[in-house]
């Protein structure tokens, strides 16, 4: 079964300074990836996905994403954050076979705060 | 914005009660999912239909149900309701016609059992 981990459940970084959210994965063969971020309040919004080819991929807000099969990885990193990014990320990965359906399997989350 | 939209966005209840959580899904996408949010479960998939027709089955307890009706909105159907079913509750969708696999979520409904 594929799963999804997500070691960092709180992370806290200056305004300005770099961010990297962990991100590992348990399937069988190479899935669907995606970040996703939940402000307080509200519902997940896609900042970026990976289905195949460049294996470092940019996504909104400033946030970019790096594939890295043989760590079965897919960290998030953003090289200066904003108060606005206070946020939930969640990692999300999906199957490549539509037989089986398509669900999203989450990580727990990370909750970002931003200290001024 | 996602496209996506769900009604209502607030929902208070009883124990024992139903409820019928709507979705709207973005224009000409063909799939429709649901997600069960909570403190302890964390994001959990539900169900998900396509055009019309239940395509997978997650954790999804017996007493909830969904459906997809011919326009593409789909509603998630919770009776019997307990106190550990309070939890948001998101629709997703995705699948335009010759499109990729990318689920855009709705606002989400807050779901509260008294």
């Known amino acids: 079964a594929q799963s999804v981990t997500q070691p960092d459940i709180h992370i806290t970084v200056s305004e300005g300074a770099s961010l990297e959210l962990r991100c590992n994965y348990s399937y069988g063969a190479t899935p669907y990836l995606f970040w996703y971020v939940q402000s307080p309040g509200q519902g997940l919004q896609l900042l970026l996905k990976y289905f195949s080819g460049d294996t470092l991929v940019q996504g909104i807000k400033g946030f970019e994403a790096e594939f890295k099969r043989s760590q079965s990885s897919f960290n998030l990193r953003k090289p200066s954050v904003h108060w606005s990014d206070a946020a939930e990320y969640f990692c999300a990965v999906g199957p490549l076979s539509k037989a089986a359906g398509n669900k999203l399997t989450f990580g727990g989350g990370t909750r970002v705060l931003v200290k001024p | 914005d996602s496209g996506v939209t769900q009604t209502p966005k607030h929902l208070i209840t009883a124990t024992g009660q139903r409820v019928t959580l709507r979705c709207s899904p973005r224009s000409g996408d063909l799939s429709v999912y649901w997600y069960q949010q909570s403190l302890d479960q964390g994001l959990q998939f539900l169900i998900q239909?396509?055009?019309?027709?239940?395509?997978a089955k997650g954790n999804i307890l017996e007493r909830f149900s969904a459906q997809q009706f011919p326009d593409l909105h789909s509603e998630l159907n919770l009776s019997s309701l307990e106190l550990g079913d309070s939890a948001l509750y998101f629709c997703a969708s995705s699948v335009p016609r010759g499109g990729t696999d990318t689920q855009y979520f709705g606002p989400g409904t807050r779901l509260t059992v008294l």
């Open positions: 239909y396509y055009n019309g027709e239940e395509r």
